[in-house]
């Protein structure tokens, strides 16, 4: 009987496995990740790497909604740091006194300014197609994080038979692989401070570990509790065995 | 409702819970109910899963509230408070994640829960009752978690919460009516949101308002236990404390390790990730999915080629599990000694995970006929296997009493 169930068990298991395998079109490898795992923490450089590549290249054409400079603490910059860089940026504020609104730098507390007033604006000015804001974009497309660095090393020239359209671009891992969004990363588009080389995949591998952690900036408290709760739980469980088996000793 | 040879525990004879039983007896009521309350000494694992349930739907509640605190049930700010919990509130993440990877917990709780019942006949006489009290506890369930998984307003919340206030469109004559009623105007919008909201808080009370009267039904006969048959004499049973409070204690401890396991490290793979996008009525995500627990009644109705039909048949799954007393006909409760009852038992169990892996795919080629067969065979399972299987079926001899095969190890 025992074995029966097994069997049934195994089959079903091995049908929807080696069938959902199959409907998951197009593939992109797994990549390592530091802030993967149990113990998973950011690469700090990485994510101060991966912004710079979002503050020069993306952020031209993406918002960046759900974040604000005080958040880059997340990243390894201390308060002067991020107080001095969100003084670069304007934001808009009031209306004042006469009920003019007004530019001012920003302070920590304010947003991450968006590239369009609206999405109409942003549609306009990209050939009809919106870029999606970037905030939780390594959670909200199917495959993630890796999914994003697939598609931004993806680009390719389109295989024989395959017309792209006027404004649109080939991209092996975008569905139906056909993006509006041109090749954003080019080789040695950014100068990195700490003079790692700003080739492609380094760029995306950067650039990608940051919207991780935009997607998910409570991420390493996360982890390190759940690492705290789960040695909790393993204990307890072990004293509650141990208790079950001797309230319930007397009984058999 | 004591029926038993209640002896008091030592504390009842205190002053002070004397004078305050003597008002309101309610620590005799714990007394009776719940420390000496008798339980057959034979409850096996399977058996934990109803107090599980009810840890989980506390602890829903609470976390739930917690959430309402900072949530905005506003179209126009839905999406970014619950972005605002996961990122500003302090552990508003912890709080978004016990509840939003709770709600999976309570299905899956509640699913081996109901499995449990089925397998052992816990549903038959005397406790129909207390099976349908589990049913619409159920129900109340599947209400709440829809207008839960509404609240983030993310796509999927959306385009899921269009598709399901839909279904009632396809009533004749007043479907059009009903989905306008549901909707608060003309399509899934700030009205609805709002009505979700305040259904979604208000239904947990009435699940919990379900479980005391199922509670009440459960401990008028007790437990249904392994064997299937009724305690012959205090032999047979055991006070639930110390024995069945540390078997659950310990019963829990493992089950919040799986909890904790998504909670921390694999808040996303139970949800789906179009709805970390915000809702967009003006785009429609390529393929709508409900939540997993929904799965196997998506594909009974994807499995009818008319609307009409798919939603009667997706209401009926669950309507008939209400007069599966009457349709199981074998006079022995337990699965333990119907060989051919197990085998149609385990049967159904891969029919409908079937029907869940089905439910996740696009409508079309296999999937599509692989869920209609498994609709054929789900309710073929209660209209024709069942009411056969207790005529023809051969069951194995039960045994005298529970304490036998338990305290003569040589009679297994």
């Not at chain 2, 109340?140 to 385009?159: E, I, K, R």
């Amino acid at each position: 009987m025992r074995s029966f169930k097994l069997l049934l068990a195994g089959a079903a298991l091995v049908l929807s496995l080696g069938t959902a395998q199959a409907s998951e079109a197009p593939e992109f490898p797994r990549q390592h990740w530091s802030h993967d795992g149990f113990f998973g923490t950011f690469d700090r450089a990485a994510l101060q790497r991966g912004y710079q590549v979002y503050k020069e290249v993306c952020s031209a054409c993406h918002s960046m909604k759900q974040m604000r400079f005080r958040n880059l603490a997340g990243i390894g910059l201390d308060e002067a740091q991020i107080k001095a860089l969100a003084a670069e940026f304007e934001t808009t504020d009031g209306p004042n006194d006469d009920g003019e609104m007004f530019q001012r730098p920003s302070r920590p507390s304010d947003r991450f300014r968006s590239p369009f007033s609206n999405d109409n604006a942003a549609r306009a000015a990209n050939g009809g197609a919106l870029p999606p804001d970037l905030s939780l974009i390594a959670k909200n497309r199917k495959g993630g994080q890796d999914y994003v660095y697939a598609l931004l090393t993806g680009y390719a020239d389109a295989p024989q038979g395959v017309t792209v359209p006027e404004g649109m671009h080939f991209n092996k891992v975008f569905p139906g692989h056909l993006i509006a969004m041109n090749q954003p990363i080019q080789p040695d588009a950014v100068t990195y401070a700490d003079g790692t080389k700003a080739s492609v995949e380094q760029m995306a591998k950067d650039v990608t570990t940051f919207l991780a952690f935009t997607a998910s900036p409570h991420l390493e408290a996360r982890n390190s509790l759940g690492v705290k709760v789960m040695l909790f739980l393993f204990v307890l469980t072990g004293l509650l065995y141990a208790a079950k088996r001797k309230i319930w000793k007397g009984l058999h | 409702m004591a029926k038993y040879d209640y002896v008091p525990s030592p504390f009842m004879s205190n002053p002070i819970v004397k004078w305050v039983d003597h008002r309101l007896p309610i620590f005799e009521m714990v007394d009776q109910q719940l420390i000496k309350y008798p339980a057959p000494r034979n409850l096996n694992y399977w058996w934990n899963f109803g107090s599980l349930a009810g840890v989980m739907l506390v602890v829903m509640i609470l976390s739930g509230i917690f959430l309402a605190m900072n949530y905005q049930p506003n179209t126009l700010a839905a999406f970014d408070s619950v972005e605002r919990i996961m990122r500003d509130v302090n552990y508003g993440w912890l709080l978004r994640y016990m509840h939003m990877n709770g709600a999976s917990m309570f299905f899956v709780v509640v699913y081996i829960h109901i499995a449990r019942g089925m397998y052992y006949g816990s549903y038959k006489a005397p406790r129909e009752i207390l099976w349908w009290l589990g049913l619409l506890i159920f129900l109340a369930m599947m209400a709440t978690a829809f207008m839960g998984y509404v609240l983030p307003w993310g796509q999927m919340s959306f385009w899921g919460a269009t598709v399901i206030t839909n279904l009632f469109s396809a009533l004749p004559l007043v479907g059009k009516s009903i989905v306008t009623w549901l909707w608060g105007g003309f399509s899934v919008d700030n009205p609805t949101l709002n009505r979700f909201f305040a259904l979604h808080y208000l239904l947990p009370f009435v699940i919990a308002g379900l479980v005391m009267l199922h509670l009440w039904a459960l401990h008028v006969h007790g437990s249904n236990n392994p064997l299937g048959i009724d305690a012959k004499g205090p032999q047979d049973k055991i006070p639930f404390h110390p024995y069945y409070t540390v078997k659950d204690a310990f019963g829990l401890s493992v089950f919040l390790i799986v909890y904790a396991y998504f909670v921390f490290f694999n808040p996303y793979v139970l949800g789906d990730a179009d709805n970390w996008i915000p809702a967009n009525p003006m785009v429609t995500p390529p393929h709508i999915v409900p939540e997993w627990y929904f799965l196997p009644f998506y594909a009974i109705l994807r499995a009818v080629p008319d609307k009409l039909g798919g939603v009667l048949l997706m209401f009926g799954a669950i309507a008939i599990l209400f007069v599966l007393p009457w349709l199981d006909t074998s006079r022995v409760r337990s699965g333990r000694f119907r060989p051919a009852f197990r085998v149609f038992f385990w049967v159904f169990i891969v029919v409908t995970i079937t029907l869940g892996w089905c439910g996740a795919q696009l409508p079309e080629g296999i999937p599509l006929i692989l869920g209609q067969v498994c609709t054929v065979l789900y309710f073929a399972h209660f209209l024709v296997f069942l009411p056969l299987l207790g005529w023809f079926e051969r069951p194995r001899p039960l045994p005298a009493s529970i304490a036998e095969p338990v305290l003569t190890p040589a009679a297994k």
